[in-house]
């Protein structure tokens, strides 16, 4: 487990919270240009399918400003990576190029240490308890608090809790993962994680883990329940174990420059468009989940549900362990989400 940060560091937790009210400040300034004759156009790209739950919770989105806004802010979509692929728009709204995107969270460790966390094992014990930590006004803060970066959160999606999955091998300890050669992501907190379980991480493109899986070159991937359906893995995959070791949110972010163009109501206005768009996002992820694995029984895939999650926990709390003793940031962000906790069950 974390061991938390003594009180001196625990105490600088707060200045993200300062940092919000410069901002209100210096946004008095500042005039949203645009009406509904002529209205200001925010690009927003990201690369996942138009029918991929969070992809229909951005359109709603985007639906949503138009509506609040009475057709003075629009929001254009470029869906199915249009503009690049995630890091590339990454890149492209830092600079200023795309206004607006979404990017899976340890994505933006490039630009700020502290999001390594969120790509690290048992950070958080359910998505409930993910909502609860990125909902409070502390992560908020932290959200505003990059604007000098070259960006700024809106929001969170839930894109679930990662499990492993097998050609027919259930994973109830870590034992049972010894030598199995399993996909992971490109990110080291995933290699470091397989290493820690004694596997042996293979990094590869998703488009190739299906045949990798068929073949045998692989004996396992890790990922949600809707890639048995969506990717059809779960043809060639035939046990999903519910290990749930990482649960990582997306970030809806948009670009510093995008943001000081707007005025402080039309900010909160973006802000409260996300925000709703988020929560109605979490009702839909949950049906997409529960008819994933539906259609994944129909293939013949069995649930593995007796997983020894203490024992999952204790060998991989080393990893957390070492990125928290090497990035500042991380044992900092490992305080705001036990800070945001704490405050929830007082």
């Not at 156009?41 to 029918?51: D, I, P």
């Not at 609860?132 to 908020?140: C, N, P, R």
Request: glycine share 8%; proline share 4%; hydrophobic share 40%.
């Amino acid at each position: 487990m974390h061991t938390r940060a003594p009180l001196g560091r625990r105490a600088l937790l707060a200045a993200p919270l300062a940092l919000t009210a410069p901002l209100a400040v210096a946004g008095c300034s500042r005039a949203t240009t645009g009406d509904s004759a002529a209205p200001m156009v925010l690009r927003l790209a990201h690369n996942l399918s138009g029918t991929h739950p969070t992809s229909v919770a951005i359109d709603a989105f985007a639906a949503d400003v138009a509506e609040r806004s009475e057709g003075r802010l629009r929001v254009d979509i470029y869906a199915n990576g249009q503009l690049g692929s995630e890091p590339n728009v990454l890149g492209q709204l830092v600079q200023g190029i795309v206004d607006i995107t979404r990017v899976g969270s340890p994505g933006l460790a490039s630009q700020h240490a502290g999001y390594h966390t969120f790509g690290l094992p048992y950070v958080f014990d359910s998505e409930e308890q993910m909502h609860q930590v990125l909902d409070s006004e502390e992560m908020s803060a932290f959200y505003r608090s990059t604007e000098e970066r070259g960006f700024v959160g809106l929001t969170h999606f839930t894109s679930g809790a990662r499990s492993f999955y097998t050609g027919s091998t259930p994973i109830r300890t870590p034992e049972d993962l010894v030598g199995k050669k399993i996909r992971v992501q490109d990110m080291r907190s995933q290699t470091e994680l397989m290493e820690a379980l004694d596997g042996a991480p293979v990094v590869m493109a998703f488009g190739d883990t299906y045949t990798a899986l068929q073949t045998g070159l692989i004996d396992g991937a890790e990922s949600n329940e809707t890639v048995l359906t969506d990717s059809a893995h779960g043809e060639v995959a035939k046990v999903f174990s519910r290990t749930r070791h990482t649960i990582i949110p997306d970030l809806m972010l948009i670009s510093s420059a995008a943001w000081k163009r707007l005025d402080p109501a039309d900010q909160e206005l973006l802000v409260d468009a996300a925000r709703q768009a988020s929560l109605d996002h979490r009702t839909a992820w949950t049906e997409a989940i529960a008819q994933a694995e539906r259609d994944a029984k129909e293939l013949g895939v069995e649930f593995v549900d007796d997983v020894d999650l203490d024992a999952f926990r204790s060998v991989t709390a080393e990893v957390v362990e070492n990125f928290a003793a090497e990035f500042p940031e991380v044992g900092d962000m490992l305080d705001l989400i036990d800070t945001a906790r704490e405050e929830k069950t007082a």
